[in-house]
Nanobody, 126 residues
Framework: QVQLVQSGGGSVQAGGSLRLSCAPSEATFNSRAMGWFRQGPGKEREFVAAIRWNGGYTYYSDAVKDRFTISRDSAKNTVALQMNLLKPEDTAVYYC???????????????????WGQGTQVTVSS
């Protein structure tokens, strides 16, 4: 069973930046898309961003658009999430996701991903 290993995150003041990274435990793991979801205190899990492996097309939630950037390193088979201008409402556990067979119309649906990272806490203080 492939695992997604996350790194990065932590605590920062509002307006600051953090970076998350995610790599599959098997270097040969391929996916049509990878992405990030988050779950804040008392909230449901929500879509943050996704990237298609072919073409590098990116997708963002309205809440993070223009502040967060998702990117991929095809050679290393990794994905990263650069988070700038962080707000207290960005505080959440962030999860890396992937699925080799995902239907591209379902990129924003958490139920469409079979592989999830362990979760990384991001805390933004005001």
């Amino acid at each position: 069973q492939v695992q997604l290993v996350q790194s990065g995150g932590g605590s920062v003041q509002a307006g600051g930046s953090l970076r998350l990274s995610c790599a599959p435990s098997e270097a040969t793991f391929n996916s049509r898309a990878m992405g990030w979801f988050r779950q804040g205190p008392g909230k449901e899990r929500e879509f943050v961003a996704a990237i298609r492996w072919n073409g590098g097309y990116t997708y963002y939630s309205d809440a993070v658009k223009d502040r967060f950037t998702i990117s991929r390193d095809s050679a290393k088979n990794t994905v990263a999430l650069q988070m700038n201008l962080l707000k207290p409402e960005d505080t959440a556990v962030y999860y890396c996701v992937s699925d080799p067979g995902i239907i591209l119309s379902q990129l924003r649906n958490p139920g469409a991903y079979r592989h999830w990272g362990q979760g990384t806490q991001v805390t933004v203080s005001s």
